[in-house]
């Protein structure tokens, strides 16, 4: 019942499984139904298809090299976001706890 009534809060081992469930498996979630959704939905492929066709018949090799570096690093920035924000989480129930007991 302390648990409902927030009187005690969630495990630090809860948040950490959820820190890999959010770090792991919804990106892999997030690509495969994107793939899915464009291999699906027949007008949205062929649209991506001709601007991405389009898109690098026009940029030059080093804007291509910049254009993936972007979003690998918008993917890594995210992840550390992630990994921060649980951090604080579990510092903050590692302080609790310190003050409570």
Same mark, same amino acid.
């Given at each position: 019942?302390?648990?409902l009534?927030?009187?005690?809060?969630?495990?630090?081992?809860?948040?950490?499984?959820?820190?890999?469930?959010?770090?792991?498996?919804i990106?892999?979630?997030?690509?495969?139904?994107?793939?899915?959704?464009?291999r699906?939905?027949h007008?949205?492929?062929? %649209?991506? &298809? #001709?601007?991405?066709?389009? /898109?690098?018949?026009? +940029? %030059?090799t &080093? #804007?291509?090299?910049?254009? /993936?570096?972007?979003? +690998?690093f918008?993917?890594?920035?995210?992840?550390l /976001?992630?990994?921060m924000?649980?951090?604080?989480?579990?510092?903050y129930?590692?302080i609790?706890?310190?003050?409570?007991?």
């Amino acid at each position: 019942m302390d648990f409902l009534t927030f009187k005690s809060f969630i495990s630090i081992n809860v948040l950490i499984l959820f820190y890999y469930v959010g770090a792991i498996i919804i990106p892999l979630f997030a690509w495969t139904l994107a793939t899915w959704f464009l291999r699906n939905y027949h007008p949205i492929d062929t %649209t991506y &298809q #001709q601007i991405k066709k389009s /898109l690098w018949k026009h +940029i %030059t090799t &080093q #804007q291509k090299i910049y254009l /993936l570096l972007f979003f +690998i690093f918008g993917f890594f920035f995210m992840e550390l /976001l992630w990994r921060m924000m649980f951090e604080f989480l579990i510092a903050y129930l590692q302080i609790r706890d310190a003050l409570v007991t």
